[in-house]
């Protein structure tokens, strides 16, 4: 079972995701009321997952995430929000958090959404990514410390097909989607899609989401 880490400045919060986590046999190692808490923490006892807030004092979950992936690359974050369209949610997807879930999220997808990014997925639910994407990835603002909103990735080393993959993928195909678009084999798609994530440096599909946008090969309205 993953090991988690619950950051959130609010402690009723933290004690109910503890207590829906810990009756379904996932173990909370620890929690965190603000980002420098959480930096400190995840260092300490290596969580295999964060629950991560987006708002909070002294350092905002934007920057704790940026920190955290960047010492532990292997860590997943999720992001917790109170609402779907937030530009901190866009950013914290192009860092590399692996998808975000709404506060009022009930307690069996809470756990299905912490075992299913320990596996290596993004937690992405296709209608409400689109949107979220559709909304921020043009926009070229500032996340909290004033770097651009952008995934940046040089897709010359791509071949013809897999820049067709990454399009879907864009579009929020799924794998078995993209194998009945393509006329491929899952284990087909599935290569190319490793491909795709290790020339490009990406972690997971909520990465290639956005570098989608950001690059234009998906723009808004596409179908």
Do not use: W
């Amino acid at each position: 079972m993953p090991r988690v880490l619950i950051v959130d400045d609010q402690e009723l919060i933290r004690t109910g995701f503890r207590l829906i986590l810990t009756a379904r046999g996932i173990d909370v190692v620890g929690e965190a009321a603000d980002g420098a808490e959480a930096v400190a923490a995840e260092r300490r006892l290596r969580p295999d997952v964060v629950l991560m807030d987006i708002r909070m004092p002294a350092m905002d979950g934007l920057e704790a995430t940026r920190r955290i992936l960047e010492h532990s690359p292997r860590c997943r974050v999720l992001m917790l929000t109170t609402f779907d369209l937030d530009r901190y949610v866009y950013a914290a997807l192009a860092l590399g958090a692996s998808g975000f879930l709404l506060k009022d999220v009930t307690a069996d997808h809470l756990a299905a959404a912490v075992r299913l990014v320990d596996t290596g997925d993004a937690l992405l639910a296709p209608s409400i990514t689109r949107r979220l994407v559709q909304r921020f990835a043009t926009e070229d603002q500032p996340a909290g410390d004033g770097s651009p909103l952008a995934v940046h990735r040089d897709l010359a080393a791509l071949t013809p097909r897999e820049l067709e993959v990454l399009t879907l993928l864009g579009r929020g195909l799924s794998n078995t989607e993209l194998a009945q678009s393509l006329t491929l084999s899952e284990a087909t798609v599935k290569t190319h899609v490793a491909r795709i994530f290790a020339k490009l440096a990406l972690r997971d599909r909520a990465q290639a989401v956005v570098l989608a946008y950001e690059t234009g090969l998906v723009t808004p309205g596409d179908a």
